[in-house]
């Protein structure tokens, strides 16, 4: 599944031809194939997502070797490990056929529909574009239809990063002015993205060349604070969405809550089940968990630690729980006579706390019956984002409303005053395991930071490099494409 095979099963929209592709249905059909691509890889999905947690300071693989240490030690290489090519190849496969869309579609539906599909494409393009750039940095900015397969911008060499995120940028305000309002969206579409989603999609985008202008990595000019701002502000002027019971945003009862901005819908046993639940949970436990076989990927003490005690998002977390055979199971004890499930040669006493967060009650061990959706953006990122943005642009009061409704719903006091560090701890607790942990951290410049607390990068002796706040390109791709450079810090192959 973590190798991936890189062709598809159905023939993609970017093999369709202009008379083909002619009438509604077959639209229809072809803006299928987008979705389809990322909803039918649920490897993939999931990659997306360790790839942005594993390497925190919070996190840990349980696995010992080079299968764990590739998500929590640094230790990613562009010979071996396979998930890169795969996030690059799937990536350049939904830009494809994004690309595909934007030419088969003009002049053939009614202006409002037509201009609704076009701004779709486009969202997803943006999408992976910032997928792409945050994980490998400047890449090749492939803008038309091509009938190549991998459609990944074979011979095109990268562009600069600027060029990548002004590509983004237009994409994403062509998106936002077209798409509908969540309010307008019908229940049985919630899959699709909607204005709100590609206002919070440009924020967050405006936020990270933000930080990464301050750093000096990138040149964007100095106002990146203000219209990561003036755009999130948008999404909460909206009044489209808000913070229920924290304990029931993830509940898929209740898919498509109000702190839900952009997601990928999941349906159960319908060719889109997710992951999450069968690798995050607790092994042998009720919460549908435990990859017993394979990652066992979880969270440190210290994380749980750092919680208030009255903080409901600590219950996220499996300190204890009573398994599938009615033993109570405390987290990092000896729990004699107990079996844990584990497969795993791993010996280290911190074994990894599982996060229940995602879990689908009732749907048992089984790896692909769950139906927890993708969630990207939630209201409560988005409120941490704008409060990052205030406490930047020095409007302090500002952005203390804002970090407090999110601690407010968690059960947590207020606080009385605001720093950077105070959003950049909200985050963690908030957000973790949502796609966006090492994303934030090169944003923040802290990287190393969170490189020097990995107990995980210590212990196996991985060595600092500055190119460890982007991952390498895998050397098939190299192969692939002779006009690309490696990243700085790692070896062609």
Not at 62 to 88: H, V
Not at 204 to 224: H, I, K, P, R, W
Request: aromatic share 10%; hydrophobic share 35%.
């Amino acid at each position: 599944m973590f190798n991936s095979c890189e062709s598809l099963d159905e023939d993609p929209p970017s093999l369709f031809s202009t008379e083909s592709v002619s009438s509604q249905q077959s639209i229809d059909a072809a803006m299928n194939g987008l979705y389809d691509v990322w909803h039918n890889d649920v490897g993939a999905m999931f990659i997306r997502n360790l790839l942005a947690e594993g390497p925190m300071p919070y996190t840990k693989s349980r696995l010992a070797g080079p299968s764990g240490a590739t998500w929590t030690e640094y230790s990613w290489n562009p010979a071996t490990t396979n998930f890169l090519e795969t996030i690059w190849n799937r990536s350049y496969t939904m830009i494809g056929i994004s690309n595909s869309l934007l030419d088969l579609i003009p002049g053939k539906l009614e202006v409002d529909i037509e201009e609704r599909l076009l701004a779709e494409a486009r969202f997803h393009r943006a999408d992976m574009y910032f997928l792409l750039v945050r994980t490998y940095g400047g890449v090749p900015l492939h803008l038309e239809s091509t009938t190549d397969i991998p459609i990944d911008g074979t011979s095109l060499p990268r562009n600069k990063e600027e060029e990548v995120y002004a590509a983004i940028i237009e994409d994403l305000q062509f998106a936002e002015s077209r798409l509908p309002s969540r309010d307008q969206l019908p229940a049985n579409e919630n899959g699709r993205p909607t204005a709100g989603a590609a206002k919070s999609l440009l924020g967050e985008v405006y936020l990270q060349m933000a930080g990464l202008n301050e750093q000096g990595l990138l040149s964007t000019g100095s106002d990146g604070y203000t219209l990561a701002e003036a755009k999130l502000l948008e999404v909460v002027n909206s009044n489209n969405y808000g913070l229920p019971n924290i304990q029931d945003v993830f509940n898929v009862t209740n898919e498509w809550n109000s702190d839900i901005v952009h997601a990928y819908s999941v349906v159960r046993n319908i060719e889109t089940p997710t992951l999450f639940p069968w690798a995050f949970g607790p092994p042998n436990s009720p919460y549908n968990g435990g990859l017993n076989s394979f990652l066992q990927f979880g969270f440190l003490q210290t994380y749980y630690d750092s919680f208030d005690v009255n903080d409901t998002r600590r219950d996220w977390l499996a300190y204890e729980y009573i398994d599938r055979n009615g033993d109570v199971i405390t987290y990092n004890t000896p729990n004699d006579g107990i079996d844990l499930g584990f497969v795993s040669s791993y010996t280290d006493a911190e074994t990894g706390m599982s996060m229940i967060k995602y879990s689908d009650p009732g749907q048992g061990n089984a790896p692909l019956t769950h139906a927890t959706d993708y969630v990207f953006i939630r209201y409560a990122d988005v409120l941490l984002m704008l409060a990052e943005a205030q406490v930047k642009l020095g409007k302090n009061s500002l952005a203390l409303m804002n970090i407090n409704k999110v601690r407010f719903r968690a059960g947590v006091d207020d606080l009385d005053a605001i720093t950077l560090d105070n959003i950049k701890q909200e985050r963690q607790w908030e957000l973790g395991l949502e796609f966006q942990g090492y994303y934030d951290l090169q944003r923040w410049g802290d990287v190393k930071k969170a490189f020097d607390a990995s107990p995980a990068a210590k212990d196996t002796g991985t060595v600092w490099h500055d190119g460890l706040i982007r991952m390498p390109l895998h050397a098939n791709t190299l192969t692939a494409n002779t006009n690309l450079v490696q990243n700085p810090g790692y070896i062609k192959n």
